[in-house]
């Protein structure tokens, strides 16, 4: 991951994700999962007419564009969205697996 934007829309956060190459990559923010002190974004891939794209992600095969990213402050207080670890990853998926194990009890 590289820069990040945080747009509002009508339909939640939008995140702008530029690579190295300068490439942008749009992902609506679908969920945030805390774990202990830390907030972590659920982002999944916006392909459509508004964010057109070529960018190989794989989605124009069908697979679905989804990241986990950690919600950090910057030295400027904005959030900023950053890569996780990969012990950080891990933590995510438990906490989402039980997020989602307790709304089906529901």
Not at 3 to 12: A, H, I, R, V
Not at 17 to 44: C, S
Not at 59 to 82: F, M, P
């Amino acid at each position: 991951m590289a820069d990040k934007e945080k747009d509002m829309n009508e339909d939640g956060v939008v995140v702008v994700m530029t690579d190295d190459q300068g490439n942008e990559y749009y992902y609506e923010e679908e969920m945030i999962i805390p774990v202990g002190d830390q907030k972590y974004a659920l982002l999944v891939g916006l392909h459509n007419d508004e964010h057109e794209h070529g960018c190989g992600c794989g989605c124009e095969d069908g697979d679905e564009d989804v990241l986990i990213a950690k919600i950090v402050v910057d030295e400027n207080g904005e959030e900023e969205y950053i890569e996780p670890t990969d012990e950080e990853f891990l933590a995510v998926q438990e906490a989402y697996n039980a997020l989602v194990d307790e709304a089906e009890q529901e």
